[in-house]
C-alpha cells in the first residue's frame, strides 16, 4: 500500500500564496520514476489536473494555472510540493497529492485551499 498525505492548505486571500506539501510513503521504496501530479476537486466540478512532473522533472500545467503555480519534487525525501501564487477565488478546492504508475492510481487525502476576501 502507498500512502499520499498532503498539508499546507488554509484560507488566503485573493493574491496571496500557498505552498501545499506530498509526503509519500509505504509500500514505494522511491518515486524517482514516477509521474507525480497534483489535482483538484470544487464543489459540482469534476476533479481535474493542474500540475504534473515528470520522472526527469519536466513540469505540466493547466491553462488555468500556468504562470501561477509551480511543481516540484524532491525523490530523496519522497515529497512532492505545489507553490501557488497569485490565488484566484476560482482556485478555491479540495487539493489531492496523486502517484503515477501506469495511470494515478494512488491519491492523498486532500487538503483544503479556500480563496475568499
Known amino acids: 500500500q502507498v500512502q499520499l498525505v498532503e498539508s499546507g492548505g488554509g484560507l488566503v486571500q485573493p493574491g496571496g500564496s500557498l505552498r501545499l506539501s506530498c509526503a509519500v510513503s509505504?509500500?514505494?521504496?522511491?518515486?524517482?520514476?514516477?509521474?507525480m501530479g497534483w489535482h483538484r476537486q470544487a464543489p459540482g466540478k469534476q476533479r481535474e489536473l493542474v500540475a504534473s512532473?515528470?520522472?526527469?522533472?519536466?513540469?505540466n500545467y493547466a491553462d488555468s494555472v500556468k504562470g501561477r503555480f509551480t511543481i516540484s519534487r524532491d525523490n530523496g525525501k519522497k515529497m512532492v510540493f505545489l507553490q501557488m501564487n497569485s490565488l484566484k477565488p476560482e482556485d478555491t478546492a479540495v487539493y489531492y497529492c496523486s502517484l503515477r504508475r501506469l495511470v494515478y492510481d494512488y491519491w492523498g487525502q486532500g487538503t483544503q485551499v479556500t480563496v475568499s476576501s
Open positions: 512532473i515528470t520522472s526527469g522533472g519536466s513540469p
Open positions: 509505504g509500500s514505494i521504496s522511491s518515486i524517482n520514476n514516477n509521474v
